[in-house]
């Protein structure tokens, strides 16, 4: 049984394999928000954290005043990882 550091590890790899640099803004800023063993003992749900990349271009002094006032925005998704084998089986977006 794969332990929840080895979850938040495969979830991890999977969210920068599957969204990439089209979407998320910095891969050191992925946060593990919540994680949860299912009662059966079958699943883990991880919850990760990740700064949204910008897709509206921005003129270059709005977009370095843009990053002076605040935090990139952020998204939340959740992994289901197979305790037996460690493998994905869903991924889907978490409210906040």
């Known amino acids: ?33 919540e994680f949860e063993l299912t009662n059966n003992g079958k699943h883990w749900n991880i919850t990760l954290g990740y700064p949204v ?10 977009r370095e005043l843009a990053l002076l006032m605040h935090e990139p925005r952020r998204k939340f998704k959740t992994f289901t990882i197979d305790t037996k084998e460690g493998k994905l089986v869903s991924m889907k977006y978490a409210e906040r």
Request: proline share 5%.
């Open 53 to 62: 990349r910008e897709t509206r271009p921005l003129p270059k002094l709005s």
């Open 1 to 33: 049984m794969i332990d929840v550091k080895q979850a938040t590890e495969i979830a991890r790899s999977q969210l920068i394999e599957l969204l990439g640099k089209q979407e998320i803004a910095d891969e050191k800023n992925i946060t593990l928000e």
